[in-house]
């Protein structure tokens, strides 16, 4: 089978060549082990700090080894009792077309109602991020203001249309008039400002008349900034991801005095750490998906060797929606 290797550390922007397609035997399964064909791997931002060996809250990925990375897929073959083979199970196999677990790193999923691959997106770690930081952090009230930026993305997208559930106005800031056009057209947000058109300042006034009471940041930078200048007293942030500097940029905060005259709370979270509340987050996200209730949007790469270029893709906006890699 086929795998995807870090071949080099990449200095600033990942490049092709950080990366290496080999061939891999398939391994004796030991007992207890499953055997897993991938049919879906997730392509995530954190996987850009895993690529670095600076220190951070998640070890980083050494070289010549498997890429880290969720993967949706079927048991192929089983010496555990507790799968069989035929099962469908998300894991975190790395990039590969196949891999071996001992099963505790394997969580099986029913595709009845659900697709697999949302399992990785909207009803996955992406969707719990969203619950996360939306419930526990920002804790909107029915009327409040939300805004969310990397809007159109896996973890924007739910992040508004859970807002919306609560009753709130929900605004999203995305990059494009495609993306914005979707995110309120398709999604439902109330607004969305294209943060490229020029215009951050008076658009995102326009979109939230009334202030803004939360802030779910992926992004960083200008635009946090600018959303960050137009919140209301005690408006809560998530700061889930600061994509704008993941290849080494910059994120300066010039409007920091808002923090204090707002009495505003801010919490960074890391959505793996809060494992207590995804049973019942995952449940209500896959009724949502089940029921239609929460819609969710997927750029696909073709093929394992297509996921260097599309995951450098996701480092620059070109995804539009949760980005994946189907594999059969
Ligand atoms: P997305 O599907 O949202 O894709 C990334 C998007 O970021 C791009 O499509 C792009 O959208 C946007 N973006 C904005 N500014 C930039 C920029 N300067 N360079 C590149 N892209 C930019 O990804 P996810 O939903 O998977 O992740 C969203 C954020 O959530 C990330 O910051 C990620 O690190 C974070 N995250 C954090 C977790 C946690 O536990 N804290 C867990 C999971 C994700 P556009 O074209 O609209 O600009």
Not at 188 to 200: E, H
């Amino acid at each position: 089978f086929q795998r995807i290797v870090l071949a080099s550390r990449p200095h600033r922007s990942v490049l092709p060549e950080n990366f290496r397609l080999e061939t891999a035997a398939v391994p004796e399964l030991k007992s207890g082990e499953v055997l897993v064909r991938n049919h879906y791997l997730s392509l995530d931002p954190y996987m850009r700090g895993r690529m670095s060996e600076a220190k951070s809250y998640a070890a980083s990925q050494p070289l010549d080894e498997t890429m880290i990375g969720g993967t949706a897929g079927e048991v192929v073959a089983s010496n555990n009792p507790k799968f069989a083979v035929g099962d469908m199970v998300v894991g975190m196999m790395g990039w590969a077309e196949m891999g071996v677990d001992d099963g505790r790193n394997l969580r099986k999923v029913d595709t009845t109602h659900v697709p697999l691959s949302a399992y990785l997106g909207a009803v996955g770690m992406p969707g719990m991020t969203a619950w996360y930081g939306l419930n526990q952090i920002i804790a909107p009230k029915a009327g409040e203001t939300v805004v969310v930026t990397a809007a159109s993305g896996a973890v924007g997208s739910v992040v508004g249309q859970l807002a919306k559930q609560h009753g709130c106005r929900a605004v999203g800031i995305a990059g494009g008039p495609e993306k914005c056009a979707y995110v309120v057209d398709e999604l439902g947000f109330d607004a969305c400002v294209d943060y490229k058109a020029g215009n951050l300042k008076a658009d995102l006034l326009a979109a939230a008349p009334n202030g803004i009471d939360g802030i779910f940041e992926n992004v960083g930078g200008e635009v946090f900034d600018r959303a960050l200048s137009q919140t209301n007293a005690f408006a809560r942030i998530a700061l889930c991801g600061l994509i704008s500097g993941y290849n080494g940029e910059e994120t300066p905060l010039r409007n920091a005095r808002f923090l204090l005259t707002n009495r505003i709370s801010l919490r960074g979270f890391i959505v793996t750490e809060h494992m207590e509340f995804w049973p019942q987050g995952l449940g209500e996200l896959g009724m949502l998906v089940g029921t239609g209730k929460l819609k969710y949007r997927e750029s696909v790469a073709p093929n394992l060797a297509a996921a260097p270029e599309a995951f450098i893709g996701l480092l620059q906006g070109r995804n539009f929606g949760k980005q994946l890699v189907k594999l059969i």
